[in-house]
């Protein structure tokens, strides 16, 4: 987190010729305006004061900022570049080059003035060129750095963006759009999720990300064509199995898009978490339910009755144990708290949602009768397996 006696500096550089500042500085990259998603991920990281530098005046520029209710980080706009020297006199101070879009953990990183910083990322500077510094961040220039050989008080942390991350003509916006897809999964999905989850998911988002809805609407909506696909269970009949399972399939790519859009609109919460986890699994119960219904109404066989139900206890029985932890690892692994190289645990691997391509498959060759055979007694063993890991340390400690 920021120190609050650290100065943050956030430099607009000139944008292309043709280009005014307001139309280049609010183009959207998914969904977010360019000066907007650094100001949100400064404002993830703990900033609560930021200085914004330009050498012109930017009024409708400044105006649209205000308009932003989600903005909590105090703006000061600055046009002087003697008054950003002043300001920042006698502080610990971050120079960020607007011309890059930076992450949250490269911003924490440019906060640390304690410990040495990531060399490939942060580079500290004599305050004695900070002038020149913010000069030929203003022109578009490539920063010249030299080592720091002022005592650590007096240092200042220059960002100048990752290479990759650098917008300086029109096209770029569209690479940092595809990028920020690319990188909107999460750490631990599962899997199918990384091979072909993801794909379908990613395409739903760039459709998402053009409407006005939120995320906890695409989970609703999810929601729904995930009971639609129980009906269609619930028939019975093959032909019915299949656009069942189809339509579970639709749901979990849907699934994965409102935690896409989420994190790249800045609008992930607990509550989005949790609506998403309950939704998911009222979706699975539902289904799991139909299966067994569908399948005794056209055999007339009364087991399938007991599966169905034996399946919807034990995936019930793994959700209450699993909510909380679930909710609490999705909200670190979204926030990259949790190391990107981490494998997952038994427990991340088997509950997960890759049982639906096996019974897509399993619907294919009409055998959903082993698919919830097969669920019955796997979902209650995972949850004997869960409920005897809760209770493994009382019965050490005692």
Known sequence: MASENTCVVLTLPHPPSNWSMVDWYWKKICGIPFLLRNIFSLQRSGVNALIIYSDTENTALHKKLFKENKLTVKLTFETNITEVVRATKNHPTLILNCGALHTKQEIESGMNFTNQPD?????????????????????GNKVSLTPSSDGQESLINFLPGKNESHISKPEDFLTQHKSLLQSSGLSNDSFMDKIITRFFSRQLTRLFLQTPLSPNMITILSLFIGLISAVFFLQGTHENSIIGAGLLLLSAWIDCTDGEVARLKFSESKIGGKLDILCDNLVHFSVFFAIGMGLYQSTGNNIFIIFGALAVFGSLVSFLILSSSICDKKEKV?????????????????????????????????????????TAFGSNIFAAYLAYSKVRPLLHAS
């Open 119 to 139: 060399e490939a990322l942060v580079y500290p500077i004599d305050r004695t060129i900070m002038t020149a510094i913010l000069n030929q961040i203003i022109m």
């Open 334 to 374: 979204s926030a990259n708290t949790i190391h990107l190289n981490k494998k997952n645990s038994l427990t991340d691997n088997m509950a997960n949602r890759d049982f639906i391509y096996f019974l897509f498959f399993m619907s294919l060759i009409g055998r959903v009768d082993i698919f919830i055979c097969i």
